[in-house]
């Protein structure tokens, strides 16, 4: 099963797709300060990437997933609405 939901923690697994993205969110809106593991997850969903970005939960475990890891990760880690300002040309 690609969704595990705890009590406060959501695990992902495999390959989230678009029939997981309702209940993360339904488990995202109800669970006060919700931390999500992704270490074994595959593929998101982008329907599940923009649930993780708009309730920005704590990830407790990055995926291994090499292309995850490095294009995704950083969106999750960036979602906090602290933007950083861009360097001025030279």
């Known amino acids: 099963m690609?969704?595990?939901?705890?009590?406060t923690t959501a695990t992902l697994t495999d390959v989230v797709t678009v029939d997981e993205v309702e209940a993360l969110v339904a488990w995202l809106r109800a669970t006060d300060k919700p931390k999500v593991n992704l270490r074994r997850c595959n593929h998101l969903h982008t329907g599940a990437l923009q649930a993780l970005l708009l309730f920005q939960p704590r990830i407790t475990s990055s995926p291994t997933n090499a292309f995850l890891a490095t294009e995704v990760m950083p969106l999750l880690r960036g979602s906090s609405g602290t933007a950083q300002p861009e360097s001025e040309p030279p």
């Open 2 to 7: 690609p969704l595990e939901l705890n009590e």
